[in-house]
């Protein structure tokens, strides 16, 4: 590793290069201790233990260095991280103490990666890692990232930058806090964790959850754990997703929510429930090819399929393989596929069509069906041979015992 440290005094500028292995803790301490003898021999002193005398005795511990510049490299020479504050005060216990002003850059493969400012930080490097406390400011000057927090880490060996304690990004594109981000620079990756709020501006939606993972080239937002997705219109909440996990593609608009995944939207006012579903927040569709549970909350209606796709402007739902629809009276209408219209609460049937009914109790078979299931105003049409439709007529003692 190869260490620099420059210092400005009144007789200009002082620099120190070190390039043996000597520790990074020790080498710094005399780095520090040395151009504090070269000053002091000079008759000039750059530190606020000389322009006090009565502080004399903590010169050893406490020192003043003005216009600081704080370099670090890697072991072919190319910059990590650069460094530069108006004021620094050196302690002992540290490699430096708290700055003013500070601002630099962090570097990887010899290029700015991101570029820090703050108004006042503790700062303390190893020759390994970075670390700045205070009110840190972090800006991506490839994608406009912007990352605040008071924690500031940075580890280039690892390609790692963590940026902790009340985390928040802004971006074009997305705007989250969290406890934590932390930035893979070079696959441009960045994961939030702890209490993470994410809000994207198009599609207009918040996300919620624990662990949020951001790639940024993709346009995509995946989350691992319990989430919840708010979309929004009119700055009022449209429709709600909720899963296990879930993957958003900002660039598509389509959302994909994965176990145990429900929807639930306000303009129609239905709930759909299934292991996973396909929700293209553009189209306005939703789509499932697992079972799917569809729930109408006005007219207490119920259907269930082998797949389902809505066409939400449309109000449109369409049903396909084992689909059972129940009304709020029992009554129920099976078939192999069915197109439900819920602005006018109709339903079309298809394929091995039987429909029941509790009261008056009975039961038609057919090849398809129309009607009002809620009013019990059903036509069913066609029968499996003869082309007629089959009734059956259930005893009341056999009615009561379904």
Not at 326 to 340: A, D, F, H
């Amino acid at each position: 590793m190869a260490y620099q440290f420059h210092q400005k005094g009144r007789k200009g500028e002082r620099k120190i290069q070190n390039y043996s292995p000597t520790p990074p803790f020790l080498l710094f301490s005399l780095i520090f201790f040395l151009i504090f003898g070269l000053v002091s021999c000079g008759g000039k002193s750059p530190t606020a233990s000389e322009q006090n005398p009565a502080d004399s005795s903590n010169q050893d511990n406490n020192l003043t260095f003005f216009d600081v510049t704080l370099e670090q490299a890697d072991e072919v020479g190319r910059p990590i991280w650069k460094v530069r504050a108006k004021t620094a005060k050196y302690t002992k216990e540290k490699q430096i103490g708290q700055a003013e002003s500070p601002y630099g850059e962090l570097y990887q493969d010899g290029k700015v990666v991101y570029q820090i400012k703050a108004d006042v930080a503790d700062i303390e490097q190893n020759g390994k890692q970075l670390f700045l406390k205070g009110k840190i400011f972090a800006t991506d000057p490839t994608n406009g990232v912007v990352l605040q927090g008071n924690e500031l880490e940075w580890r280039p060996q690892e390609d790692l930058l963590i940026v902790r304690n009340h985390m928040h990004g802004t971006h074009k594109q997305l705007q989250a806090v969290a406890q934590e981000a932390r930035v893979k620079t070079r696959e441009q990756r960045m994961e939030f964790s702890g209490g993470v709020v994410a809000n994207s501006i198009d599609p207009q939606m918040q996300i919620r959850t624990e662990h949020l993972t951001w790639n940024i080239k993709e346009e995509k937002l995946i989350g691992d754990r319990p989430i919840q997705i708010d979309r929004y219109k009119d700055n009022k909440i449209s429709d709600r997703g909720k899963g296990n996990s879930a993957e958003v593609n900002l660039k598509t608009k389509i959302a994909t929510i994965d176990k145990n995944a429900q929807l639930e939207l306000q303009d129609p006012p239905v709930q759909i429930a299934s292991n996973s579903m396909t929700w293209n927040m553009n189209a306005e569709t939703v789509t499932t090819n697992s079972p799917v549970q569809m729930f109408q909350r006005v007219e207490n209606f119920t259907v269930t399929a082998n797949r389902g796709e809505m066409k939400v402007p449309q109000k449109t739902v369409y049903l396909t393989g084992n689909v059972n629809a129940i009304g709020q009276r029992r009554q129920s209408l099976k078939s192999n596929s069915l197109t439900w219209h819920l602005d006018n609460k109709l339903v079309e049937a298809q394929g091995n069509v039987l429909y029941r009914q509790v009261d008056p109790p009975l039961n038609f078979t057919g090849e398809t069906a129309f009607g009002n299931l809620q009013t019990e105003n059903i036509l069913v049409k066609g029968g499996s041979s003869s082309g007629r439709v089959v009734t059956e007529i259930i005893p009341q003692e056999r009615a009561n015992r379904q």
